[in-house]
């Protein structure tokens, strides 16, 4: 079955530590999407991507950064973490970006940062 | 940013009807109204969207008041399954830039058996 991907599933880092979370596709399709969403909130949007033109919201963090190598693939790089960043983090695709299309979710990737 | 009032929670008994109502004063002429659901522990899944009409798919019904001021979701016959987080999000469109989801608090719905 066509799907978004994200592994792992749980990933626990240290304090300042980078990490990186992973999200791949067999959807095939143009836009890529990473949310945050902290316990007990709703998912937020930090940035997507509309083949390789990168969106970024304006309340992203420096901290947070992105990269899709083809169209498959999409990274998401934390590069110093804080508490703060435990979250659970969600990445989604959709064909286009216009407001009648869907957005497809993969499972989250929960992030503890100890 | 569009903005969805929805009820905190709800509560439904098993194989009873569920109406998830959402207010969206602001809407305009071009905001699509979507609804997706969160199930504990996964991310979340498109239930259904529309923009004037009532729309019917498999899992639910959108119905949109003829104002477009509101909308109810329902569910025909609600299942533990359907224990989830609902979220009732406009969809904007902003011309060159894209209709994000931008998700409210959504409404918590319990099923009791």
């Known amino acids: 079955d066509a799907m978004v991907i994200q592994n792992p599933r749980y990933q626990v880092t240290q304090f300042g530590k980078p990490v990186t979370l992973s999200c791949s596709q067999t959807?095939?399709?143009?836009?890529m999407y990473w949310y945050q969403q902290k316990s007990s909130q709703a998912p937020k949007l930090l940035f997507h991507y509309y083949d390789k033109d990168f969106n970024n919201e304006a309340d992203t963090p420096d901290n947070f950064q992105s990269r899709r190598p083809n169209t498959s693939f999409c990274f998401l790089d934390i590069r110093s973490p804080g508490l703060g960043d435990a979250a659970m983090y969600l990445c989604?695709?959709?064909?286009?970006?216009?407001?009648?299309?869907?957005?497809?979710f993969g499972p989250g990737t929960r992030l503890l940062v100890l | 940013d569009a903005k969805t009032t929805q009820p905190n929670s709800m509560e439904s008994n098993e194989e009873e009807p569920v109406h998830l109502p959402c207010n969206h004063s602001?809407?305009?002429?071009?905001?699509?109204i979507h609804w997706y659901r969160q199930l504990p522990s996964q991310g979340p899944e498109y239930v259904i969207h529309g923009l004037t009409s009532n729309v019917n798919n498999r899992m639910a019904s959108l119905a949109i008041a003829e104002d477009r001021k509101s909308s109810t979701l329902i569910l025909h016959r609600a299942t533990l399954r359907d224990a989830a987080v609902y979220y009732c999000i406009l969809r904007v469109y902003y011309g060159g830039s894209q209709g994000n989801l931008i998700f409210g608090k959504g409404t918590k719905l319990s099923v009791k058996p």
């Open positions: 989604a695709t959709s064909i286009t970006s216009g407001n009648k299309e869907t957005q497809y």
């Open positions: 959807l095939n399709h143009n836009v």
């Open positions: 602001t809407i305009s002429g071009t905001d699509y």
